[in-house]
């Protein structure tokens, strides 16, 4: 984990949870942090905190947040998951963490689902509740087609 209190330049944001102020930096682009208040764990990208579930209910708690259009998800990430499931299940890999996949998902995802994706992945899952059209997009833009009965 890179804990933001390590980036050369430290500025302060606000959790989007509770409100705390938690301290960021230039170097921490798209890496996780947590909040020191509330215990959060969040996902820094493009400036923004995005608050990261370990497990549906909690997602469902954090509700729907917004991903940048701009964010560009890694083909190698976006591959951990195969088209066909991410397709069925509405969901792509977006991250990779030291302490796990980071998902970005359209609820309601249960807990059999959470748990088919750990083990598609082979590591712990984080989620977030990402906007249906996003999620659409990102699969259309690294699977090609939204047709996801062919391929792996």
Not at 45 to 60: F, G, H, N, Q, T
Not at 62 to 79: L, M, N, Q, Y
Request: aromatic share 8%; glycine share 6%.
């Amino acid at each position: 984990m890179i804990c933001a209190s390590d980036a050369a330049d430290v500025r302060r944001q606000q959790c989007p949870i509770r409100g705390h102020s938690v301290a960021t930096g230039e170097t921490v682009v798209n890496a996780d942090a947590i909040c020191l208040h509330c215990g959060t764990l969040l996902w820094c990208v493009e400036s923004r905190l995005i608050p990261v579930a370990e497990s549906s209910s909690e997602m469902e708690e954090f509700g729907p947040c917004e991903i940048p259009d701009t964010f560009v998800i890694g083909r190698s990430v976006a591959g951990l998951i195969p088209k066909k499931a991410a397709y069925r299940y509405g969901v792509i890999a977006a991250a990779e963490f030291p302490n796990g996949i980071l998902i970005a998902a359209t609820p309601p995802l249960d807990n059999e689902t959470v748990e088919m994706l750990r083990f598609i992945v082979n590591a712990p899952v984080l989620l977030v509740w990402a906007d249906r059209y996003w999620v659409a997009r990102q699969l259309a833009s690294h699977y090609d087609t939204n047709d996801h009965m062919d391929g792996p």
